[in-house]
């Protein structure tokens, strides 16, 4: 299979020969892996029962699919993928503000996948030959791991698709073993000696809706497009592309999710997933937990790495996809040593999420604005004035920035950073919402009412500076 050679330019309909399933199969077997289980265990960590867990985690991750989904319908219109796409409401330079908002979630996520995924594989063979769980050994497994993403990731989007596919069937064996390994143990207390991480329920019910429920679908944000883009307009209706993104989605984060609750709770987790999910595991299932930790981690990093990549290539035109998707792996993989060595896991998770996830909501609500009031019409070559290192096109704004986009983003985001609840910082506020972390509610309806309202004017008014933008407000 040759390596793919596209970047973030604009897909040929000839080459756009992926359809719905595959979107499903991909959005399905890529997140069947610990790293997206590890957020199941959350809501356990913060101290709630079974039905606490369940319940925030599934209305979390409904309402961040019905505000995440349309974005998939973008880069079916452009493609390309969905930063270089917010060039039509941001500028094609201001676009690079997905860009970034992209490369941040993925890198997260994909240490993450890194981390959790290398410290099971260490426990298991811990248990089953006996290696030692020292720094070195961690260092090791941590590499090997992110070197066979790197594969993945290079090799591209056909290859990443096949292994989703081939994931989707073997993972869900797997995990189905799994609720029979661990059913003996399973219970629906609370993990002992574990009080609400926000002293009362409904607090804490609803900072795991939105770090454990919310923030999976809010990961794929500027991830969708890269799939959506080789699906061909002409060929598939928005509603199939629409229907199998809410699908893919839910089954996608839910199944693994909903599988790290069972285990956590089976396994008595509270500070820590991975040597409890594997001290608990009964002999028989080392062997399959072992597959499920390395394959499954493999599968999903591999797609953040590749959307990495593209990011990265959209901020450094000069750069080829292959060459930034190296450079993001080697940063990656020193957040996955951080991650080990240095930083706290529940802390860290829990930040990172919240956080990430109050910047990127405000600039996912203007880019479906957008979408909407434009109703799927873009200029496709327009877009992609900036890779080529050109000027003009109708999305050129001023000096390829579109002010009042990036100032209703960045009001956006601003006040969400003020309103967030993390276990490192505590927004101003909050005051406002009795301790309830709202941040993704203020940053998105935020910044999708001031996008809403410096726009509503003719498409011929003059262009703005940001001093001249927030004088409005």
């Known amino acids: 299979m040759p390596i793919e050679q596209r970047g973030v330019d604009t897909i040929p309909d000839a080459e756009r020969t992926s359809g719905p399933r595959d979107l499903i199969s991909i959005l399905l077997g890529s997140n069947l892996c610990l790293g997206v289980i590890v957020f199941g265990w959350l809501p356990v960590s913060f101290g709630l029962d079974l039905w606490g867990s369940v319940t925030s985690v599934i209305t979390g991750t409904i309402v961040g699919t019905l505000l995440t989904a349309p974005l998939a319908l973008v ?36 240490a993450l996948t890194l981390w959790i995924g290398g410290d099971t594989i260490i426990g298991t063979l811990s248990r089953l030959i006996g290696l030692p769980a020292t720094g070195w050994i961690h260092a090791v497994v941590y590499a090997l791991l992110a070197a066979l993403t790197v594969v993945g990731a290079v090799y591209g989007y056909r290859l990443l698709l096949r292994l989703s596919k081939i994931l989707a069937i073997g993972m869900t064996a797997l995990l189905v073993l799994g609720l029979i390994a661990y ?39 500027t991830l969708l497009g890269d799939y959506t883009r080789y699906i061909s307009p002409r060929r598939h209706t928005t509603k199939s592309v629409l229907v199998s993104t809410c699908a893919g989605l839910c089954l996608g984060l839910l199944v693994p999710q909903l599988f790290g609750t069972y285990t956590a709770l089976a396994a008595r987790s509270s500070l820590d997933y991975a040597g409890p999910l594997v001290a608990a595991s009964p002999a028989w299932y080392l062997i ?54 240095a930083w706290d896991a529940q802390s860290a998770m829990t930040s990172f999420v919240l956080l990430l996830t109050a910047i990127g909501t405000p600039w996912a609500v203007i880019t479906v604005i957008g979408y909407v009031r434009c109703r799927g019409s873009y ?34 985001a601003a006040v969400g950073l003020l309103a967030v609840s993390t276990p490192f910082y505590e927004g101003p506020l909050l005051s406002l919402t009795g301790g309830v ?31 001249e933008a927030l004088a409005e407000l």
């Open 437 to 467: 972390d709202c941040s993704f509610i203020f940053s998105g309806v935020v910044g999708g009412a001031v996008y809403a309202a410096l726009t509503a004017r003719p498409a011929n008014a003059p262009v703005q500076t940001p001093a």
């Open 183 to 221: 059913a003996p143990d399973f219970t629906t207390a609370a993990a002992p000696d574990t009080p609400y991480l926000l002293g009362s329920f409904w607090p804490t019910w609803l900072l795991s809706a939105v770090a454990a429920g919310l923030s999976g679908p809010i990961a794929f944000i």
């Open 379 to 412: 200029d496709a070559d327009a877009l992609q004035v900036f890779n080529r290192r050109a000027r003009g096109g109708i999305y050129w704004y001023r000096s390829g920035w579109n002010f009042r986009a990036t100032a209703a983003w960045a009001l956006g």
């Open 288 to 341: 399959p937990l072992l597959l499920a930790a390395s394959a499954g981690s493999v599968g999903n990093a591999g797609l953040m790495l590749y959307s990495m990549g593209l990011d990265l290539d959209a901020i450094l035109p000069r750069a080829t996809r292959a060459r930034a998707t190296l450079v993001v792996a080697a940063v990656s993989t020193l957040f996955v040593f951080l991650g080990h060595f």
């Open 75 to 110: 880069s079916l219109r452009t493609g390309t993928n969905l930063s270089t796409s917010s060039g039509a409401q941001f500028g094609v330079r201001g676009r690079l503000v997905g860009s970034v908002v992209g490369l941040l979630l993925s890198l997260g996520y994909t």
